[in-house]
């Protein structure tokens, strides 16, 4: 059974940026806070993720703003990240998708698990949608197409470790 | 949209009219960001210490660069059922 997520903007937007959003796909069901959903409709990104996947997004609404300020108070986050600390307090079992290192943070501490864009894409070569090569690819897209502020030795690193007991390795 | 002449030339008129110093402070900016993308590159290759990191870089950023290798390390081993 895949696994149910709640969603930050990051992994939605930098996965959509470089046209690669269809591995989401290796979750059963992403739910989004409303607030999320403004960022990325803000953003460009929310038309073209809803219409690809519309039975794969749950739009939750978010806390109310006396939640949200508590939240922000208490971890320097922006009001969407609050929502998404807040929708993953009421579901403490699902897996949490983030690029912020100060959101995830935030909800490591509260013993969440939390995954970034690499994780996706590592659980999609995982689960067969890409070989390792197509995987490194989309990882060397990531950095180099997307937003997502990622340090090349890092994502190196991270492809290294993939080559390491991967299916496909 | 403004071109890179462009730029030189308003930044020049900002500031008395002076294209040598607008390059000089670019080379300068340019040079210490370039510095700093090679230091990330070489405290995650092993090949300058932590200490060394945090000089150049700073306490927050080598925190944050350790932070983030960690994540992208345990990102990897969730991913492949590994964690």
């Known amino acids: 059974m895949a696994d149910i997520a709640i969603s930050d903007t990051g992994p939605l937007r930098h996965l959509a940026e470089i046209g690669e959003h269809g591995v989401l796909a290796v979750f059963a069901r992403i739910i989004i806070p409303q607030l999320v959903v403004r960022e990325l409709q803000f953003q460009g990104f929310w038309v073209t993720l809803a219409a690809a996947m519309p039975r794969l997004l749950t739009v939750v609404p978010g806390p109310g703003v006396d939640s949200d300020l508590v939240l922000l108070s208490a971890d320097d986050l922006d009001s969407a990240d609050a929502a998404v600390l807040a929708v993953a307090s009421d579901h403490p079992a699902h897996t949490v998708l983030t690029d912020d290192l100060a959101l995830r943070r935030a909800l490591k501490r509260r013993g969440h698990t939390v995954i970034g864009s690499l994780g996706i894409v590592a659980r999609a070569h995982e689960a067969g949608m890409l070989d390792l090569t197509q995987a490194d690819g989309v990882l060397d897209r990531l950095v180099d197409e997307s937003t997502l502020y990622l340090t090349r030795g890092i994502v190196d690193d991270a492809k290294q470790a993939m080559r390491q007991d991967s299916p496909s390795a | ?83």
Do not use: C, F, N, P
């Not at chain 2, 000089?24 to 090949?47: H, K, P």
């Open chain 2, 1 to 83: 949209m403004a071109t890179l002449r462009d730029k030189i030339d308003v930044l020049a008129r900002r500031q008395g009219g002076d294209e040598s110093v607008v390059l000089e402070q670019a080379v300068e900016l340019g040079v210490e960001q370039l510095y700093r993308i090679e230091m990330r590159a070489e405290y995650l290759r092993g090949e300058i210490t932590r200490e060394q990191a945090i000089e150049i870089l700073g306490i927050e950023e080598v925190d944050d660069l350790d932070y983030a290798h960690q994540a992208a390390m345990e990102d990897v081993a969730w991913g492949l059922r590994r964690g």
